[in-house]
T-cell receptor
Framework: AQRVTQPEKLLSVFKGAPVELKCNYS??????LFWYVQYSRQRLQLLLR??SRESIKGFTADLNKGETSFHLKKPFAQEEDSAMYYC??????????FGQGTRLTINP | DARVTQTPRHKVTEMGQEVTMRCQPI?????VFWYRQTMMQGLELLAY????????DSGMPKDRFSAEMPDATLATLKIQPSEPRDSAVYFC???????????FGPGTRLTVT
């Protein structure tokens, strides 16, 4: 069965420190993965997708098929990065399977 | 700036009552999704539609939940009868399908007492 696992429910780092949010997936087909983010009092929105291979707000994520991972990284965390982050896997043509989310807190 | 809208934003009801949540997708989007968010389960897909036709509602408890799209500008999610375990935030999202980005509404926070 397709599954997305985010092992950390909570992650706290200091401003300026590197941050990595872990995401592992299980999928028998060709995976397409996304990171969605929900800032306080805002709606859930797309942060980045693996096929675009771009950096958004300083975040990057590389698909590692060997390790079935899609970890989200940023070299220097900023306070405005505090939010809830969800990793998601596209199942079939349209359906997304989400992980349970990681709440990231950046301490000043 | 087109956005998905959801009503009501908050709903408190007693166990056994019917609850109807509404969603207006972004004009031109042909795919609509309903999700439920809880602390324990995270975000779960309940149902989704393409061109108003239900494609998958396997995530939805069939005995009490129903989802419809009476027209292209309105999607509804109904719970009858509601139970305390239905307390959650219900999100609607719309998109163009084919693994395109999904645009989320603000959610309806449902509390069943």
């Amino acid at each position: 069965a397709q599954r997305v696992t985010q092992p950390e429910k909570l992650l706290s780092v200091f401003k300026g420190a590197p941050v990595e949010l872990k995401c592992n997936y299980s999928y028998s087909g060709s995976p397409e993965l996304f990171w969605y983010v929900q800032y306080s009092r805002q709606r859930l929105q797309l942060l980045l997708r693996h096929i675009s291979r771009e950096s958004i707000k300083g975040f990057t994520a590389d698909l590692n098929k060997g390790e079935t991972s899609f970890h989200l990284k940023k070299p220097f965390a900023q306070e405005e990065d505090s939010a809830m982050y969800y990793c998601a896997l596209a199942q079939g043509a349209q359906k997304l399977v989400f992980g349970q989310g990681t709440r990231l807190t950046i301490n000043p | 700036d087109a956005r998905v809208t959801q009503t009501p934003r908050h709903k408190v009801t007693e166990m056994g009552q019917e609850v109807t949540m509404r969603c207006q997708p972004i004009l031109g989007h042909n795919t609509v999704f309903w999700y439920r968010q809880t602390m324990m389960q995270g975000l779960e897909l309940l149902a989704y539609f393409r061109n108003r036709a239900p494609l998958d509602d396997s995530g939805m408890p069939k005995d009490r939940f129903s989802a419809e799209m009476p027209d292209a500008t309105l999607a509804t999610l109904k719970i009858q009868p509601s139970e305390p375990r239905d307390s959650a935030v219900y999100f609607c999202a719309s998109g163009l399908g084919n693994r395109d980005e999904q645009y989320f509404g603000p959610g309806t926070r449902l509390t069943v007492t």
